[in-house]
């Protein structure tokens, strides 16, 4: 993962800003390192899928969002 200059900008205004790569099936990575840290934002990406079916239809973003209670932002 990479966090650019824009994450080195938030984080001097005060956000707490990680970027990780958590090993293991990866919705349920995700959704562990969520829980765990109390996250408030999970920024999530769709590459590869077409489409608002394809998207919620079993893939991993689609799984997080089913399954968090916290935000998330796919890009």
């Given at each position: ?60 973003t689609g ?8 935000a998330v932002?796919?890009?």
């Amino acid at each position: 993962m990479k966090c650019g200059q824009g994450c080195r900008i938030d984080a001097g205004r005060g956000f707490r800003i990680e970027a990780l790569t958590p090993i293991g099936k990866s919705y349920d990575s995700v959704l562990e390192v969520a829980g765990g840290r109390g996250v408030d934002l999970i920024v999530m990406g769709t590459y590869g899928r077409r489409g608002l079916k394809k998207f919620l239809a079993g893939s991993t973003t689609g799984r997080v969002i089913g399954n968090t209670t916290c935000a998330v932002l796919v890009v």
